[in-house]
Structure formats: structure tokens, C-alpha cells
């Protein structure tokens, strides 16, 4: 009876072993988005205050200056995330978080500050264990980005941010032919 149920697990394995080595190599390479811009249209007032950036990505010139084949990207790891509030410091703001949102992935959590530290200009949050943004980046030429920011006070200034992303891209290497 045992034997009956181990079996097919050993195949499902056995399968899944081929077809990982069926896909040729891989590797991991650096990819960064840089300065995104986060508009608010209104002043911030007191408690979260939500903004987004919807830009456009090109993974395929990317991948062909990397000798990597964009159709197989295996996963896409977000490794830091830097938030710049443009000509201002954070202090009306206690707390942020970013977020990758929309396409197959829903909406993810990806690194959040819970505390600014005072007079701050930049804010390097700390990365989620959700920082696995592949479902975000698959078939997709254009990425959405939301940013919480807690303020503490009702301010007169619509604030905008950057933010600088990096991540490692593990897609598979292009064949040299011979």
C-alpha cells in the first residue's frame, strides 16, 4: 500500500528534475529602476497618505544587453529600496511602505520603514520577506507602485518622492552559437 503512494511522488520529482535541467542555464544579473517619481496631488494629511507610480518597464533590451532571454525570467528579487522626499525631510511622516500592485501578483508588501528617523531627506526601508516580485514582472511592460506614507500632522505641502529600486533578475542565458 505504501509503495502505491510513493510512486507517483517519485515520478512528479523524477519529472520535475528533468524538466529543470531542461531549461538551460541561468543567471542572476542587476537590474535597477531609478528615480521614480510619486506625485501627490494634494497636501498630506494626518494618517496614511497613498501615491503611485505606474512606469514602464523593458526587460527585453535589458535581457539582450545582459545576453539573457527575457521570455525566461525565472525570478525577480527586490534587493533595496531607497525613498527621497524631493527637497524636504520626512518629519511629518512616521511610518512608510511600498508596495508592487496589480497583474498576477495582487498586491505585495514589499519594504516598509516603520520609523523615519527625524530630519531625514532619504529612507532606506527594510525589505519584506515578500521581496519575490516575480508575478509583478511576468509578461508585463508596465509596473505599478504604491506608496503609503503615515503623517502625523495635517501639512500644507503636496510632497513628492523618488524612489531608487534595485533587484537581481534570474532569467536564462542566451545560446552562443558555434
Same mark, same amino acid.
Given at each position: 500500500?505504501?509503495?502505491?503512494?510513493?510512486?507517483?511522488?517519485?515520478?512528479?520529482?523524477?519529472?520535475? *528534475?528533468?524538466?529543470?535541467?531542461?531549461?538551460?542555464?541561468?543567471?542572476?544579473?542587476?537590474?535597477?529602476?531609478?528615480?521614480?517619481?510619486?506625485?501627490?496631488?494634494?497636501?498630506?494629511?494626518?494618517?496614511?497618505?497613498?501615491?503611485?507610480?505606474?512606469?514602464?518597464?523593458?526587460?527585453?533590451?535589458?535581457?539582450?544587453?545582459?545576453?539573457? %532571454?527575457?521570455?525566461?525570467?525565472?525570478?525577480?528579487?527586490?534587493?533595496?529600496?531607497?525613498?527621497?522626499?524631493? *527637497?524636504?525631510?520626512?518629519?511629518? =511622516?512616521?511610518?512608510?511602505?511600498?508596495?508592487?500592485?496589480?497583474?498576477? *501578483?495582487?498586491?505585495?508588501?514589499?519594504?516598509?520603514?516603520?520609523?523615519?528617523?527625524?530630519?531625514?531627506?532619504?529612507?532606506?526601508?527594510?525589505?519584506?520577506?515578500?521581496?519575490? %516580485?516575480?508575478?509583478? =514582472?511576468?509578461?508585463?511592460?508596465?509596473?505599478?507602485? %504604491?506608496?503609503?506614507?503615515?503623517?502625523?500632522?495635517?501639512?500644507?505641502?503636496?510632497?513628492? =518622492?523618488?524612489?531608487?529600486?534595485?533587484?537581481? %533578475?534570474?532569467?536564462?542565458?542566451?545560446?552562443?552559437?558555434?
Amino acid at each position: 500500500m505504501q509503495i502505491k503512494q510513493i510512486l507517483p511522488a517519485l515520478a512528479l520529482l523524477g519529472f520535475t *528534475g528533468l524538466w529543470s535541467s531542461c531549461s538551460g542555464p541561468s543567471e542572476a544579473k542587476p537590474y535597477e529602476l531609478k528615480n521614480i517619481e510619486f506625485k501627490m496631488s494634494e497636501p498630506a494629511t494626518v494618517g496614511v497618505n497613498s501615491v503611485q507610480a505606474e512606469i514602464a518597464i523593458d526587460l527585453n533590451k535589458w535581457a539582450e544587453e545582459n545576453k539573457l %532571454v527575457a521570455a525566461d525570467i525565472r525570478k525577480v528579487e527586490l534587493q533595496s529600496v531607497e525613498i527621497i522626499n524631493e *527637497g524636504k525631510n520626512f518629519n511629518n =511622516f512616521e511610518s512608510l511602505s511600498l508596495q508592487f500592485a496589480g497583474g498576477a *501578483g495582487g498586491m505585495v508588501e514589499a519594504a516598509v520603514a516603520n520609523t523615519v528617523p527625524k530630519d531625514a531627506a532619504t529612507v532606506k526601508p527594510s525589505l519584506t520577506q515578500q521581496n519575490d %516580485v516575480t508575478p509583478f =514582472f511576468s509578461k508585463a511592460s508596465k509596473l505599478t507602485l %504604491v506608496i503609503d506614507a503615515n503623517a502625523t500632522a495635517d501639512d500644507s505641502t503636496a510632497h513628492t =518622492f523618488k524612489a531608487n529600486l534595485s533587484f537581481k %533578475v534570474e532569467a536564462g542565458k542566451q545560446e552562443v552559437k558555434k
